[in-house]
């Protein structure tokens, strides 16, 4: 096991990472793609490096060279090469940004050239966190002989649901990040994204469709519950797991911590956490990174001293956090690390009468009315936010909306566990020919708070998701059923809590406000010369009878099968950091510059 002798050394580091005492050695070219646009290249070297023999840490990012392109300067010290380019049409580059569409092929271009400087040994690892690392899933798409390992940081491997869960424009990730990012390029951008709402061919590249194949190398993911980019990590994780080349498949790891990109969050978490996480992320990628090294290369001793604890913690392919309520003896609020998702069984929570959530059989006839005027949207409080507030955050003040339906268990004797995939089924009708349905599962405090855990949403337009690239009109007054994701957790409710669904039809700004008719997008969002059309107030039923059960499905799981893998506690992993360079690191990664692009 690790000692704190080691925290000496770590914060010569941060000095060396700083600048202020071993600024690394940088070369800068303007380097040319096979379509002749140029990007701006850094290369970085130690300074006493021999620039012989050495694997590349390749960083390709649209926020510059001093934020997340900066995670490559760190292997510099471990005498490795860092590679950081200006993702075309961002920074130094020239060209458009390509909405990642490029990426493959421009990672390939760099790679190659990589692979041809007298310095190289032709390998090449990547580190990508946010739009970085949807870059990093994005060379899936193709073969990359050159490409040896990734460390991907909260990024997603899914396009159209990242941006559009249940068809629902992300109006405060994608309007905020583009405002925020590229505003130069904003109006290309939005009608790029906006005209193509639903899915289709246009999203196949950025879903990687059919791509996993060419996955031939391992990986270390970081992921988050409260990540905006949670549901689509996680998928792009199980398919390198189970769907990369056969030779990798089961030969890669992810550490799922409670927040991802919602750090505003961590005060919600301090049990097992520093500051919200842990940096055991990091170590598995410091081992993998010297793992896939030329072999004839020697690994830096202390990279070695780093990495020689990790066998010793039994960390395996799945390590995630267990959360709960902040109360001091509240249940969760741990770490456990297993082989695979541990297996759950799916419990149906009905709705009854008088706000009733059970899993007793549904009433012959019932059904729950509410009105929704586009003109007041209920305001958006929590969840998986970027440039709004995040995390588990309080709904109560929201519960006493005449348009929120609220549904709720009895207070649990036993405690509840569940991890796995969240969804809500409900049967609706509107008088509107379109419109918003959505769903929030929050955790009921004995004091009356309601704290969020996920919310999902429905675009009715796009009720059939992928299976239907044209919107479908409702017919007022129709019945339909629709199933909304409510994407992923691990919570354990405590005994004394009660479970509590809330369903509405706005949730802004973290949604687009649907104005209750068929405008397109770009129409509703005033990206055309077309004017919107004029909102449509909707009537809106839910409908939970014999017939028309809606419902709450929950993954239930043992306790047992989420044990508390104590010896990752975060406090002792990253106590070989020292508390210095841990909240380096976390600046680091988690910065979000202005751009000028």
Known sequence: MWNLSFLLPCVLILSCLSFANCRPDTDSTMLPMRDGTELMTRVDFNLLSSRKNLTAVMERSPYGPWFSEMIPVLFTLFNYASVRQDMRGTGASQGLFSIWDSDDDDGFDTMKWIEQQPWSDGRVLTAGVSADGIASFALARSQQPNLVGQFIIWASAEGWSTMFPGGAWTYNLGSGWIKATLPKQSDYLFHSLLANEGPGPWW??????????????????????????????????????????????????????????????????????????????????????????????????????????????????????????????????????????????????????????????????????????????????????LFTSCGPVDQSNLESRSDVLVFTTNVLSEPLAITGHLAVRLFVSSNATDTDFMAKLTDVYPDGRSMLIQDGAIRMRWRDGIYNSEPQAMEPNKIYEAELSLWNTSYIFTPGHRLRLTLQSSNFPRFSINRNNMDPLLVAENRTAVAPSAPVVASQVIYHDADHPSRLLLPVVSLSSIPEATQLTATKIDSIFGEELAQYIWRTISSRPSSHN
């Not at 990091?282 to 990495?307: C, E, F, G, H, W």
């Open 204 to 385: 196949n590249r950025l879903n990687l469709t059919n791509s996993w194949g060419n996955v031939n190398y391992p990986s270390v993911h970081w992921a988050g519950w409260y990540d905006i980019f949670a549901n689509g990590h996680l998928i792009g994780f199980d398919r390198y797991q189970d769907s990369s080349n056969p030779a990798y498949r089961g030969k890669h790891k992810i550490v799922v911590d409670p927040l991802g990109h919602c750090q505003s969050a961590a005060s919600f978490f301090k049990k097992n956490t520093v500051f919200g996480r842990s940096l055991l992320p990091v170590l598995l990628a410091i081992k993998m990174y010297a793992d896939q090294r030329n072999p004839s290369t020697k690994v830096d001793d202390r990279v070695k001293y780093l990495i020689s604890g990790l066998d010793s913690l039994n960390v395996e392919a799945i390590t995630f956090y267990v959360m709960g309520s902040t109360e001091l003896n509240a249940l969760g609020g741990y770490w456990s690390t297993l082989p695979q998702w541990p297996a759950y069984t799916v419990t149906e929570y009905f709705l009854h009468p008088s706000g009733i959530l059970s899993i007793a059989a549904p009433s012959p006839v019932a059904s729950s009315h509410y009105i929704y005027d586009p003109q007041a949207p209920v305001p958006t409080q929590g969840g998986n936010n």
